[in-house]
């Protein structure tokens, strides 16, 4: 079993950024964050395996960064030039599994979930 905190949610202005965190108990092969609107599908947003790939949603491109700190077993997911609809809750994802790889951005693709982190992005 490997727990999942997550940190580094707020509220700030379109335009602005915010770095979000997630710690990990255990070891992980691939993880990935995911996002949900109120009244919508929770959504893949960046992903990263420990080989240093990554995928990103196209709405999310040339703005945000996932990286993992190897070291310190943690997740970052940069995020820069906030627009309103990227308010959600944000969610870290891991999974130990080196196969199961589908692009990185599907709920399928994950064993373990955090509790979320709320973003807000006022206009």
């Known amino acids: 079993q490997v727990q999942l905190v997550e940190s580094g949610g707020g509220s700030v202005q379109a335009g602005g950024s915010l770095r979000l965190s997630c710690a990990a108990s255990g070891y992980t092969y691939k993880m990935g964050w995911f996002r949900q609107a109120p009244g919508k599908e929770r959504e893949g947003v960046a992903a990263i395996t420990s080989a240093g790939f990554t995928s990103y949603a196209d709405s999310v491109k040339g703005r945000f960064t996932i990286s993992k700190d190897n070291g310190k077993n943690t997740l970052y997911l940069q995020m820069n030039s906030l627009k309103p609809e990227d308010t959600a809750m944000y969610y870290c994802?891991?999974?130990?599994?080196?196969?199961?790889?589908?692009?990185?951005?599907?709920?399928?693709?994950?064993?373990?979930w955090g509790q979320g982190t709320q973003v807000t992005v006022s206009s």
């Open positions: 994802a891991a999974d130990p599994r080196r196969g199961n790889w589908y692009g990185g951005l599907t709920e399928r693709e994950y064993l373990y």
